[in-house]
């Protein structure tokens, strides 16, 4: 879907990816931690894998922000 096709995002919606991204940054954190502190190298592989995926999470939601951003009014100042 290209930009011409899509509609602008809620204020609600907006407020929903934002939290989603919070959530994945602290998600993103947490997992980490566990990771410096493993000494099992097949938990600290299946940590990493955990950290990828928040990682393409936080990536997916500030691409879709920026997908949107076009539509966004604009205010003067």
């Not at 939290?19 to 990771?35: R, V």
Request: no cysteine; hydrophobic share 40%; aromatic share 2%.
């Amino acid at each position: 879907m290209n930009a011409s096709q899509m509609q602008p995002l809620s204020v609600k919606e907006l407020e929903y990816i934002s939290d989603s991204i919070s959530n994945e940054e602290i998600l993103l954190k947490l997992t980490a931690a566990a990771s410096a502190v493993s000494k099992n190298p097949a938990i600290q592989n299946a940590i990493t894998s955990q950290i990828r995926t928040h990682e393409q999470h936080i990536n997916q939601l500030i691409q879709a922000i920026s997908q949107h951003q076009p539509l966004a009014p604009t205010q003067a100042h």
